[in-house]
């Protein structure tokens, strides 16, 4: 017997409803990556410190572990600075004084 390919095979469309919004509860869209943490903050300011205020910020990195003596703020202005191309102050043990020249 030959099969018949112009049969229409109804799928049940309840159950992928279900799974998508169960994915929503588990994991809201808006908490996805966690952009209301202090890291974040400071690398959205820091980003738009070095690009200006209308442009639009990247995905956030991972935060790192915090060095003793600093904020996860302060940790985030710097790696937005970074991401965006300018130069952030600070660092090692120089205290922020370039010395570079």
């Not at 799974?19 to 690398?43: D, E, K, R």
């Not at 940790?75 to 090692?92: L, P, T, V």
Request: a positive charge; one cysteine or more; aromatic letters at 8%.
């Amino acid at each position: 017997m030959i099969p018949r390919y112009s049969e229409v095979v109804e799928v049940p469309v309840r159950p992928w409803i279900l799974v998508v919004v169960a994915l929503f509860l588990v994991a809201p869209p808006h908490l996805a990556h966690a952009q209301n943490s202090a890291f974040c903050q400071g690398f959205s300011e820091g980003w738009k410190t070095v690009k200006g205020e209308i442009r639009i910020v990247p995905i956030y990195p991972i935060a790192p572990i915090t060095p003793i003596g600093s904020t996860p703020f302060r940790e985030g202005i710097k790696a937005g600075m970074r991401r965006a191309g300018g130069r952030a102050a600070g660092g090692g043990n120089t205290g922020g004084v370039r010395t570079d020249r």
